[in-house]
């Protein structure tokens, strides 16, 4: 028998899938849909989208694993439905819960959460407070939330925010990009990183991977996120930026191995190995 006669070909088929929030939002997301009901869960960070390449990247390599992923806009980025708000991590965090839950709905067994710059803070705060997923992957969070707000709303943003109770964030054309309330600034400020991570539970596995190299959120951070996870694994890649451009392939080797040694998948449920696939046009889907 050839090598490729005692390979079995899977078909990966990317949907377009919509799940609708708490909030009544429709959440609009890919599934890479592997034939596995092992699945993990891809965040992508602030003003961003799940078409960012960090994103599709983990989405790509998962799937060559035979595993399936969902990477989703949340309410008020990229597709979905909702207003762009500030801070707004409570938000993300049930976010991610009405797609866990929807996945779940469909037998799925959520390997993983895994988010990248402010959706790692959402998926650690989803960790602390909803206990179903055993297995976290924090890529480039921030845990000091006061640090990075003057580089976006200047050095005087509170003398701004106290008397026009907003601030118009403009792009370098000078058209308002997006705006900050007082009230989404006060969530932003009042959210300790620090007390969500201690409520993680200790059964719960979490890994944070951060570059020496990261423009914007600084590496000192990812140190302390190891000192308050109770079981935490730390990865500092030599060189590399906040989205990893140059170290993709890395930045995937580290989740994946990492989901590799989580515990096995509960008996019963329905997951397929795969190990050699071909993709398929992507199709809309009310999975």
């Known amino acids: 028998m050839s090598e490729k006669q005692g390979k079995r070909i ?9 799940i609708h929030n708490s909030h009544g939002e429709k959440l609009v997301g890919i599934l890479h849909d592997t034939g596995s009901r092992e699945l993990v869960i891809i965040c992508h960070g602030f003003r961003s989208s ?22 989703f806009d949340f309410a008020g980025n990229g597709e979905s439905e909702g207003l762009f708000q500030y801070g707004n991590y409570s938000r993300e965090a049930e976010d991610i819960h009405a797609v ?19 959706g790692g803070n959402a998926v650690l705060m989803y960790s602390a407070r909803y206990h179903d997923v055993q297995t976290v992957v924090n890529i480039a969070g921030r845990f000091d939330l006061k640090r990075g707000i003057e580089g976006r709303l200047g050095k005087d943003y509170q003398q701004k925010i106290e008397k026009y109770g907003y601030i118009q964030v403009k792009n370098r054309k000078g058209e308002v990009d997006y705006i900050v309330t007082k009230e989404s600034l006060r969530e932003r400020l009042a959210t300790s990183t620090r007390t969500e991570c201690q409520k993680i539970p200790g059964n719960v596995r979490v890994l944070t991977i951060h570059g020496t190299l990261d423009e914007f959120v600084a590496v000192e951070d990812a140190m302390e996120f190891d000192k308050h996870i109770t079981n935490h694994k730390l990865v500092i890649v030599e060189g590399a930026d906040h989205e990893f451009t140059k170290h993709l ?7 994946l191995d990492f989901l590799k040694t989580a515990a096995p998948v509960p008996v019963g449920e329905d997951v397929t190995s795969t190990s050699c696939f071909r993709t398929r046009k992507l199709a809309d889907s009310r999975l």
């Open 10 to 18: 899977h078909t990966v088929e990317h949907r377009r899938v919509v």
């Open 100 to 118: 866990v839950h929807h996945f779940q709905g469909y037998r799925y067994f959520v390997a993983a959460v895994i988010g990248h710059s402010k």
């Open 50 to 71: 799940k078409d960012r390449i960090p994103m599709i990247n983990l989405a790509s390599a998962s799937e060559k694993q035979g595993i399936s992923a969902f990477r």
């Open 249 to 255: 392939h890395e930045l995937a080797s580290f989740v």
